[in-house]
């Protein structure tokens, strides 16, 4: 329903413009505070590089705060990455993640960030104590924040915004009668606009995700994708309907989906409901980091890790100007 009524193909929405109206009174009061200098943004003493989006909702922002890290790592960049840690509650912040960190302290993305590029990950509901810990703890060349676009009490030196390509901005109104945080006229204050699948335009840089080979979870064994059978499909993701359209054009021979709420993690005893003997279990890479504790009991449960692939000369040439923030 939600989707119906973002998308502009409900007219349900009329209902909720009072309350989209005052959210936009609201967070644009914030920010004009702050352009006005009536709040006073704190400026981390080392470059600071939102990644960010303008809706609520998956627009791949994970996948490209990993090609990022991973683009300034084989340049031999010192990478620290923020962030929030939705879906998580940790005992204290700031938390710095170690292997040993549960998602359900962390929140499933920064577990996941971590796990795929060995950055430095702090999270903390305050950004700010969240780079002081990194500071202090691994001395990184630059900050990485994995959302934080609208968060302006973290001065910043670039900001990278990643648009849905398909959906873009639904029926335009701010939250919740749509999907936007801020208006699509903030994209001409950013540094660059990433545009996940769909048609880029203009000064846009073309993404696509790219889907190698699954991986078991209990033994890390690769295979193709294609070899996978009777397969239920689950996504706890922002866009679920994204990772079962992908899984459909692929041939996959899908049983069932399940969609989940962003974050939602299930109980193990959950999982074992939705699959029946002879089955197989496939979910995102986002998931699968909430459900390794237990995935040693299951010779079947697999994951699809997803990379960023970007137009390469738009590509170059957004590395470099992160590059000339650290030289």
């Known amino acids: 329903m939600i989707e119906r009524i973002w998308s502009g193909k409900s007219p349900l929405y009329l209902l909720l413009l009072p309350f989209s109206w005052l959210y936009g009174l609201i967070s644009g009061a914030i920010r004009l505070s702050y ?5 006073k943004a704190w400026r981390a003493p080392l470059p600071v590089v939102v990644v960010g989006n303008l809706t609520a909702g998956g627009n791949g922002k994970t996948p490209v ?8 790592q084989q340049r031999g960049i010192r990478v620290g990455i ?12 700031p938390l710095l993640i170690t292997p040993q960190t549960a998602t359900a302290e962390a929140g499933d993305e920064p577990v996941l960030i971590y796990q795929r590029t060995g950055a430095a990950v702090a999270v903390a509901p305050r950004r700010r104590d969240a780079v002081n810990a990194l500071v202090e703890s691994s001395h990184p060349q630059i900050i990485i924040t994995d959302d934080g676009l609208q968060h302006y009490a973290l001065a910043r030196d670039k900001e990278i915004v990643v648009v849905d390509g398909v959906r873009r ?14 208006r699509a006229g903030r994209l001409k204050q ?3 606009v990433i545009v996940n699948g769909g048609e880029a335009g203009g000064d846009e840089i073309a993404m696509k995700l790219v889907y190698g080979e699954v991986i078991n979870l ?5 295979r193709p994708l294609a070899q996978l059978t009777n397969v239920v499909a689950i996504a706890g993701i922002g866009h679920p309907p994204r990772f079962f359209n992908m899984l459909k054009n692929h041939q996959v021979a899908l049983v069932n989906t399940v969609a989940l709420a962003d974050h939602q993690a299930l109980s193990e005893l959950e999982i074992n409901a939705l699959v029946k003997p002879g089955q197989t279990l496939l979910m995102t890479e986002k998931d699968a980091v909430k459900y390794r504790q237990f ?17 390469p000369a738009a590509a170059s040439a957004l590395i470099q100007s992160l590059v000339d923030l650290v030289e």
């Open 35 to 39: 352009r006005l200098g009536l709040r």
């Open 65 to 72: 705060v990993i090609w990022l890290t991973e683009q300034l």
């Open 82 to 93: 923020v962030s929030r840690g939705y879906g998580g509650k940790a005992s204290h912040y």
């Open 169 to 182: 901005f639904g029926n335009g109104w701010w939250l919740p009668a749509g999907p936007m945080r801020e």
């Open 190 to 192: 950013v540094d660059a």
């Open 218 to 222: 209990a033994t890390q064994q690769r």
């Open 295 to 311: 995935a040693h009991r299951h010779a079947d449960w697999w994951y699809l890790p997803v990379d960023a692939s970007l137009e």
